[in-house]
């Protein structure tokens, strides 16, 4: 009994331990690296030079984790309103002709000196570093690309600029983007694939289902909002995920926010109407959502690594189509309507004509003239 009643608190201090140091390692990456980042750069507008030096840093972190650039150096530089800009790219060569897109912007609003951008999206930034860590040594069936995009916030320029020089192998063949955009701020955090189901989506939803993540359906907004062509009809298009769905890519998007209807917005606090680009600061972040600032990010972080790591992953992901079961659903409905229809059309006519046939007089009595002046006409 003593050796049983032993062996059950051995085996509990270890499911503690671990659990414990899980869930330290989760939220201590996110605080460390968070802090690094927006100290060193607050003002990371497009193509200032707080950008260039965030990339730079970038580049240092990929390097240091012993991912390779995905072209001959990390920083893919391209023009924006006669300033210069760059997206810092890496990759994790699996030897497939499979890719996954990780992406998150590390360009910023900077207004005033208080608002460093730490939610939107160094919150983004530090998360996909961390993923990128999670990934290095494991052989899987695709290869990742980990995105880091600037110029965002002026209109999705670096996604764009991105997209458009990939290489068309690569392009037709990635299998999922994954977009972090302001994933910290806020007491719920948000998902978005796609409008109309897909199978893909499906998947993500079962997945998801474990964790406290909302699945984002119909929060559409207002107003239509149209920057550099991309129409925004959709609070979850808000990002650089548009210009992925755009090009048909499926695409699975996270922020943090409070969304109701009279909120749309993702930087707003319920507790504080504050305007999240006006004092994103990690102080303030935490300050009014404490320790949920980062447990947003690591439930990112642990949802997104044990997605990818789950076994249909890659097969589930390849499908790029409305969900068959949808267009049956609807096929079988049309059948059914237009069945229905026949069936009631069939018995409307049967019992019109079995009336006319069983009684013969009943058509002279629907008739004006009365039934003894029709056989007085009828003996003429
Ligand atoms: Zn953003």
Not at 227 to 255: E, K
Request: glycine fraction near 6%; proline fraction near 1%; include cysteine.
């Amino acid at each position: 009994m003593k050796k049983i009643i032993a062996v059950f608190l051995i085996v509990f201090a270890c499911i503690l331990t671990i659990s414990g140091s899980l869930g330290f390692t989760a939220l201590s990456f996110c605080e460390e690296e968070i802090n690094s980042f927006v100290t060193e750069n607050g003002n990371r507008t497009a193509g200032s030079e707080g950008e260039k030096q965030s990339a730079n840093y970038i580049e240092e972190r990929l390097t240091a984790l012993n991912i390779a650039p995905l072209y001959e150096s990390y920083q893919q530089s391209f023009e924006y309103n006669d300033l210069t800009s760059q997206n810092v790219l890496g990759l994790v060569d699996n030897g497939s002709t499979s890719y996954v897109v990780i992406g998150a912007h590390y360009d910023n609003i900077y207004k005033l000196d208080e608002s460093v951008g730490a939610n939107d999206n160094a919150s983004g930034v530090v998360t996909s570093l961390n993923i990128a860590s999670n990934f290095v040594s494991k052989n899987l069936d695709y290869n990742i690309i980990f995105a880091y995009f600037g110029a965002e916030e002026v209109g999705l320029v670096g996604s764009e600029y991105f997209l458009n020089n990939l290489d068309e192998n690569i392009l037709k063949n990635i299998i999922l983007y994954i977009n972090l955009d302001s994933i910290g701020a806020g007491d719920y955090l948000y998902y978005y694939t796609y409008d109309a189901p897909t199978s893909y989506g499906n998947f993500i939803d079962n997945y998801a289902s474990d964790y406290s993540i909302t699945k984002l359906g119909s929060k559409r907004l207002f107003s239509n909002r149209t920057t550099q062509g991309i129409n925004y009809n959709h609070i979850g298009l808000n990002s650089d995920n548009a210009n992925f769905i755009r090009r048909g890519i499926n695409s699975l998007t996270f922020f943090a926010g409070n969304l109701d209807v009279a909120r749309l917005g993702f930087h707003e606090t319920q507790d504080h109407n504050k305007i999240m680009h006006n004092t994103d600061s990690i102080e303030t972040n935490v300050e009014v959502f404490g320790e949920r600032f980062y447990i947003n990010m690591a439930t990112v972080n642990n949802f997104v690594t044990d997605l990818m790591l789950s076994e249909s992953f890659a097969s589930e992901m390849s499908v790029r189509e409305i969900n068959p079961t949808l267009l049956t659903d609807w096929f079988l409905k049309i059948i059914a309507i237009i069945f229905v229809a026949v069936l009631a059309l069939g018995t409307f006519l049967f019992f019109k004509f079995k009336g006319k046939k069983q009684n013969p007089n009943r058509q002279l009595k629907r008739s004006k003239i009365s039934v003894k002046e029709q056989k007085e006409i009828a003996e003429k």
